[in-house]
């Protein structure tokens, strides 16, 4: 069956660290997302992909970057790790071009926390 | 850019009462209009979506939403609350380019024996 994995599941890092967060796809969706889930404020987009080589900002983007070198993964990386990224942190993808309608599958998400 | 609001981030029902989750949503265009459930250390779940295909949609485990445009409200209901109902629950509307889904802060259930 098709699915969406994140890994690692969980994760405790220090301060100043790189850290990169897998995302990995078998629907073969060219749309991918990365959410951070914080209480008090539901889910908001981190960054988001429409297919290989293209990535876009979302409304929390500062702090973190993205890359799509094909179409089944999105790596989230954090490039120097800071108190205020601990989360939970989730992927998800949808089909390419039927419109906004598409409903959007999630992982399982990973638990970041920063010491 | 659009944006939803729940209304009640926790919401208290008795085993076998009716379940109402409120959502209100702001769109300069005809929005598509989503709910899901998160479980306990899980993702989201779709619970169901409104696509403009009719104003009463029906979803799994016995949910429906009713948009009203007129009020801007896509509130989600179930006639009888269940133990394995208690979830977090969110609602998300779609923007109307790309696909790109703006959340509500969520609405915590607890469903009370």
């Known amino acids: 069956d098709a699915e969406i994995t994140q890994s690692p599941r969980h994760k405790i890092t220090e301060t100043g660290r790189q850290v990169t967060l897998a995302c990995h796809q078998t629907w073969n969706h060219n749309n991918m997302f990365w959410y951070r889930q914080d209480l008090g404020h539901g889910l908001r987009l981190i960054h988001y992909s429409y297919g290989v080589q293209d990535t876009n900002k979302g409304e929390v983007s500062d702090g973190y970057s993205v890359s799509r070198s094909n179409t089944e993964d999105l790596p989230l990386t954090l490039e120097s790790a800071a108190s205020s990224q601990t989360s939970v942190y989730f992927c998800?993808?949808?089909?390419?071009?039927?419109?906004?309608?598409?409903?959007?599958?999630f992982g399982p998400g990973t638990r970041l926390t920063v010491l | 850019a659009q944006s939803v609001t729940q209304l009640g981030s926790h919401v208290s029902v008795s085993e076998g009462a009716l379940v109402l989750l409120r959502c209100n949503y702001s769109s300069s265009v005809p929005p598509y209009l989503f709910w899901y459930v998160q479980y306990p250390n899980q993702g989201l779940q779709l619970l169901l979506k409104y696509t403009s295909a009719a104003t009463l949609v029906k979803g799994i485990n016995g949910f429906e939403a009713e948009f009203k445009k007129s009020e801007t409200s896509f509130h989600l209901t179930k006639p009888s609350a269940h133990m394995s109902d208690a979830a977090e629950y969110f609602c998300a509307v779609s923007e109307g380019t790309g696909n790109q889904f703006y959340f509500g802060t969520g609405t915590s259930l607890t469903v009370i024996p």
């Open positions: 998800a993808s949808s089909p390419l071009g039927s419109g906004t309608y598409n409903e959007q599958f």
